[in-house]
T-cell receptor, first 113, second 112 residues
Framework: DAKTTQPPSMDCAEGRAANLPCNHSTISGNEYVYWYRQIHSQGPQYIIHGLKNNETNEMASLIITEDRKSSTLILPHATLRDTAVYYCIVRRSGGGGADGLTFGKGTHLIIQP | DTAVSQTPKYLVTQMGNDKSIKCEQNLGHDTMYWYKQDSKKFLKIMFSYNNKELIINETVPNRFSPKSPDKAHLNLHINSLELGDSAVYFC???????????FGPGTRLTVT
């Protein structure tokens, strides 16, 4: 799986949009971008994933650049409960790949009141 | 209704003991996993398992073994516990190997 690079920490004011960047310059054509987060003392939580088109669900939006070398996770209206470590993971999908998720250090997002 | 549950939530035991952590999922998934999160907060895959194959991370000592009595359960057995086994262990499940994974709340194991 391709390696990802994320800033170690970010702050965001409550109610504002939180934009979390991720670089994955070595991503291959069959690899997806996944985002998970881990709130303190809880298990990781799936947020969203995408291949090349932008994706949106009830939790967040995922913007992937045209060359697919980077992406941004957007939490549109951050709340204090969004304070967590956010992980960007690149991996294959659609068959094979029973090696689990490879978590990096992630970005510690702190939402300020 | 909890999707992926683990018991116990906390486990304190002495070196050399044998212990088990239970995991159950009610999502109807066919694939389950065990992860270890160490004191530096790094999450690492230990095992991936479905009814077809068990994939073991080569760095996991053979003192650790997963046991699956049925599709909804994947228990983790640990023999001869060592101090370095102290960590938080997370169970997860997914529908097939490559779909999004759902994690349990974790079991904090402390070996004294």
């Amino acid at each position: 799986d391709a390696k990802t690079t994320q800033p170690p920490s970010m702050d965001c004011a409550e109610g504002r949009a939180a934009n979390l960047p991720c670089n994955h310059s070595t991503i291959s054509g069959n690899e997806y971008v996944y985002w998970y987060r881990q709130i303190h003392s809880q298990g990781p939580q799936y947020i969203i994933h995408g291949l090349k088109n932008n994706e949106t669900n009830e939790m967040a939006s995922l913007i992937i650049t045209e060359d697919r070398k980077s992406s941004t996770l957007i939490l549109p209206h951050a709340t204090l409960r969004d304070t967590a470590v956010y992980y960007c993971i690149v991996r294959r999908s659609g068959g094979g790949g029973a090696d689990g998720l490879t978590f990096g250090k992630g970005t510690h997002l702190i939402i300020q009141p | 209704d909890t999707a992926v549950s683990q018991t116990p939530k906390y486990l304190v035991t002495q070196m050399g003991n044998d212990k088990s952590i239970k995991c159950e999922q009610n999502l109807g998934h066919d694939t389950m996993y065990w992860y270890k999160q160490d004191s530096k907060k790094f999450l690492k895959i230990m095992f991936s398992y479905n009814n077809k194959e068990l994939i073991i991370n080569e760095t996991v000592p053979n003192r650790f073994s997963p046991k699956s009595p049925d599709k909804a359960h994947l228990n983790l057995h640990i023999n001869s516990l060592e101090l370095g086994d102290s960590a938080v262990y997370f169970c997860a499940s997914s529908q097939e190997f490559d779909y999004e994974q759902y994690f349990g709340p974790g079991t904090r194991l402390t070996v004294t």
